[in-house]
Antibody
Framework: QVQLQESGPGLVKPSQTVSLTCTVS??????????WSWIRQPPGKGLEWIGY???????YYNPSLKSRVTTSMDMSKNHFSLNLTSVDAADTAVYYC????????????WGQGTLVTVSS | DIQLTQSPSSLSASLGDRVTITCRAS??????LNWYQQNPGKAPKLLIY???SLQSGVPSRFSGSGSGTDFTLTISSLQPEDFATYYC?????????FGQGTRVEIK
């Protein structure tokens, strides 16, 4: 079955860029039936959709983060990535990647998540 | 953006209890509504999609209903592994949004 695994730095300084990668196994990110998404969850709080990317390179971002977010895909490595620029303490969160069914916009499965802490 | 409001924010229940969580959307979303379960320190897990379809592998004690703006998630007989936080998510349009969560605790 499809599995996703996030990787990236656990600690980032304010104003810097956080870069995360999600490696997919058991399936291909070139699937025509799926988007590949990022979601975050600040400690003790709810879930926020960041955006997703399709195999064509088409992206959809949450307007609340759009000016600071870019996503990309590497088909040869079967992974996709997130860059979030100009981070501050409010960006401290567990970042999840997930597969999204293109026709129903449901998230399944999810990666285990990676905690990113923004602190000097 | 479509806002989702869950109620209650938390509840206490006993093993074997029937539990109902509601999710109200700020505008009609037809049946574009999904439910997730999140245990502490874990990623969310899809339970119900399209308002009432049970995800493969999810126990049949979980059920969903509703359309338009009002939806419910029901657990027919609460089991130990069901004590968790539950989120609804609208899949009608981007930005995709989640409810604030409902925490189910042991009474």
């Amino acid at each position: 079955q499809v599995q996703l695994q996030e990787s990236g730095p656990g600690l980032v300084k304010p104003s810097q860029t956080v870069s995360l990668t999600c490696t997919v196994s058991g399936g291909s990110i070139s699937s025509r039936d799926h988007y590949w998404s990022w979601i975050r969850q600040p400690p003790g709080k709810g879930l926020e959709w960041i955006g997703y990317i399709y195999f064509t390179g088409t992206t959809y971002y949450n307007p609340s983060l759009k000016s600071r977010v870019t996503t990309s895909m590497d088909m040869s490595k079967n992974h996709f990535s997130l860059n979030l620029t100009s981070v501050d303490a409010a960006d401290t969160a567990v970042y999840y990647c997930a597969r999204v069914s293109r026709h129903s916009n449901r998230f399944d499965p999810w990666g285990q998540g990676t905690l990113v802490t923004v602190s000097s | 953006d479509i806002q989702l409001t869950q109620s209650p924010s938390s509840l206490s229940a006993s093993l074997g209890d029937r539990v109902t969580i509601t999710c109200r959307a700020s505008q009609s979303i037809s049946t574009y509504l999904n439910w997730y379960q999140q245990n502490p320190g874990k990623a969310p897990k899809l339970l119900i999609y399209a308002a009432s379809s049970l995800q493969s592998g999810v126990p049949s004690r979980f059920s969903g209903s509703g359309s338009g703006t009002d939806f419910t998630l029901t657990i027919s007989s609460l089991q130990p592994e069901d004590f968790a936080t539950y989120y609804c998510q609208q899949s009608r349009t981007t930005p995709l949004t989640f409810g604030q969560g409902t925490r189910v605790e042991i009474k």
